[in-house]
Structure formats: structure tokens, C-alpha cells
Nanobody, 116 residues
Framework: QVQLVESGGGLVQAGETLILSCAASGYPWSFDVMAWYQQAPGKLRELVASASMSGLIEYSDAAKGRFTISRAGGANTVYLQSNRLRPEDTGVYYC??????????WGQGTQVTVSS
């Protein structure tokens, strides 16, 4: 059974930093893509950042310049360093692992709350 487990969320003040971690187990190959999504209260889940095995890294406009996604080679572990957090960054952050065939695996999410 494939499991992705996020950690590192919490309650912080605006301007502070959080580092989110996601570790996968039960998947015998390297995910083609690993990514972080945010689901803000009352909104749809949206992409924050993604990192592919080919080396392609993408960020949402809101994340550019503040967040950094990192992944150690082919390891199924991914991090999101979130700097200069804003109240609008509040939400549940989900980790995604995507196989080469396009199958998606999701974690349960970790709550991030940024107070002003």
C-alpha cells in the first residue's frame, strides 16, 4: 500500500518560515513527479510547487521567490521551504506523488495557519 505522509505544518505569524516534509512508502520506483498543493478554506486544491525527475521545477505565482521545493534525486521524499509566509498561505498542504503512467497518490495533508 502506497502512503505519503506530510509533516511540518503548524501555526506561525506572518513573515515566518515553515519547512514541510513528505515521505512516501510502499512504492518501489521513483515517482516521476512530486508536488505540493494548497487547499485554502472554501477553495479548490491548487498547485504550489512541483519537481520532476527530469529536473523541471515549477511554482505558482504566489510561491515564486518565497517557496523552495526540493527533492533528493530519485528519492520519494520532498520538502517545501516556505519563507515570508502570508495569511493567504493558510490552508491544508497536500503532497502528491505521480507515477510515470500518470497515477496520482496523495497524502492526508498538513495544516498551515498563518496569523497576521
Amino acid at each position: 500500500q502506497v502512503q505519503l505522509v506530510e509533516s511540518g505544518g503548524g501555526l506561525v505569524q506572518a513573515g515566518e518560515t515553515l519547512i514541510l516534509s513528505c515521505a512516501a512508502s510502499g512504492y518501489p520506483w521513483s515517482f516521476d513527479v512530486m508536488a505540493w498543493y494548497q487547499q485554502a478554506p472554501g477553495k479548490l486544491r491548487e498547485l504550489v510547487a512541483s519537481a520532476s525527475m527530469s529536473g523541471l521545477i515549477e511554482y505558482s505565482d504566489a510561491a515564486k521567490g518565497r517557496f523552495t521545493i526540493s527533492r533528493a534525486g530519485g528519492a520519494n521524499t520532498v520538502y517545501l521551504q516556505s519563507n515570508r509566509l502570508r495569511p493567504e498561505d493558510t490552508g491544508v498542504y497536500y503532497c502528491l506523488g505521480r507515477s510515470r503512467s500518470g497515477r496520482d497518490f496523495w497524502g492526508q495533508g498538513t495544516q498551515v495557519t498563518v496569523s497576521s
